[in-house]
């Protein structure tokens, strides 16, 4: 085991934080959440920024103009921006932490050419058209239908909870393309280009007041068959590439700045009980955060356990705990709560037990494949 950072990755990480020292002055102010056309240019500039820097598609091969990164530099990179405060990845996340690696690994020649660099640049926003009304945590049970007719499939259905469908250039969707198949063998993973026509997207209000999510309604939308990723009826299987990804670091830089709001509420008070549990709080984070870098290393060497998984059920769990502590405080303090960083976490925190994988799906997880006990009756 070994405990210490390299020389070489002590390297990467003081030239990152000198390039972020210089780089951050120059962000303009994040815009208001419901202004979306600035929310994009917001988060396009920054994966431009980080383009010119020579810190786009930090985990993606170099011949994919990526820079070939280590799990431990990504780490890093992770670690460094969410202390620095800097933009997170936002409109960018579908393209390229997920959308991106899938190509990547299951693309043709013309589909990575035509993506992967504008993805990298910031030239194009994706979004992921997975969940429908009736297929979420039974994701095979998805029911928009994708016929075939000549070159072209003609899609018929509705997605739901799609982030950023309301400003994305391109969507991962997927498609039934034999209803007949027993329903995982089915299904197709599509390119969607989302201006064509018959497309019709609806934001949804969140319990913040913004429309994070859209419904996307699709009919006779036509896609030529080149869109399709892998092999017809094989979508299974590539989406199964894309959720590697997707859960693979999806809370590193939140567990960072988890540990922040914890010594920033503790400055809120002087409650002997309140900070007891703050305390508590803080111990829990830090030891996912020491997780997280054991399951780093354990992927380093290809020996990769069920670290990710634990993680992502813990650190939800526990980031809602500490929410609602912070609206306890906040209510016996009398504190004014409106705008408020601490209460808007607590209501955003309620979507971390269900993205990604729901809590109790992954409790069934955890305990099919690490824990070997019985399967779920299907
Ligand atoms: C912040 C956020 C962003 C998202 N972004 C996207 C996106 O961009 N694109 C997209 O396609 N989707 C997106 N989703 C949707 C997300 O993938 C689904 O919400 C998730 O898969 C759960 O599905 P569901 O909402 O239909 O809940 P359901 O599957 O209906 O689950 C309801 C409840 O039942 C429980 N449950 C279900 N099955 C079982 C079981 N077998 N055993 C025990 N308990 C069970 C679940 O754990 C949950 O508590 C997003 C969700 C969130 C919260």
Known sequence: MELRYSEAEESFRATLREWLEHSLPAVPPQPSREDWVARRQWDADWQRRLFDGGYAGLNWPKEYGGQGATPTEQLIFFEETAKARAPYVGANFVGTLHAGPTLIEEGTGAQKAAHLPNILRGDEIWCQGFSEPGAGSDLAGLRTRADRDGDDYVLNGQKIWCSF?????????????????????????????????????????????????????????????????????????????????????????????????????????????????????????????????????????????????????????????????????????????????????????????IAAGASQIQRNIISERVLGLPREPR
């Open 165 to 353: 469908g309301q400003i994305a250039d391109v969507g991962e969707f997927l498609v039934r393309t034999d209803p007949d198949a027993p329903k995982n063998r089915g299904i197709s993973w599509l390119i969607l280009p989302m201006d064509l026509p018959g497309i019709e997207i609806r934001p949804i209000k969140t319990a913040l007041g913004s429309s994070e999510f859209c419904e996307v309604f699709l009919t006779d939308v036509r896609v030529p068959v080149s869109q399709r990723v892998g092999a017809e009826n094989d979508g299974w299987r590539v989406t199964n590439v894309t959720l590697k990804y997707e859960r693979g670091t999806a809370f590193v830089s939140e567990l960072i700045d988890s540990l922040r709001l914890c010594r920033d509420a503790a400055k809120l008070t002087s409650d002997a009980a309140h900070l007891r549990e703050l305390g508590h709080c803080y111990a829990a984070f830090d030891g996912l955060w020491s997780l997280t870098k054991r399951n780093v290393s354990q992927t380093s060497r290809g020996t990769a356990g069920a670290g990710g998984m634990v993680i992502k059920l813990a650190y939800s769990e526990a980031r809602q705990r500490f929410g609602e502590l912070c609206l306890r405080m906040l209510e016996r303090d009398g504190l004014h709560i409106e705008g408020n960083e601490l209460v808007e976490e607590r209501l955003r925190t309620l979507a971390l037990t």
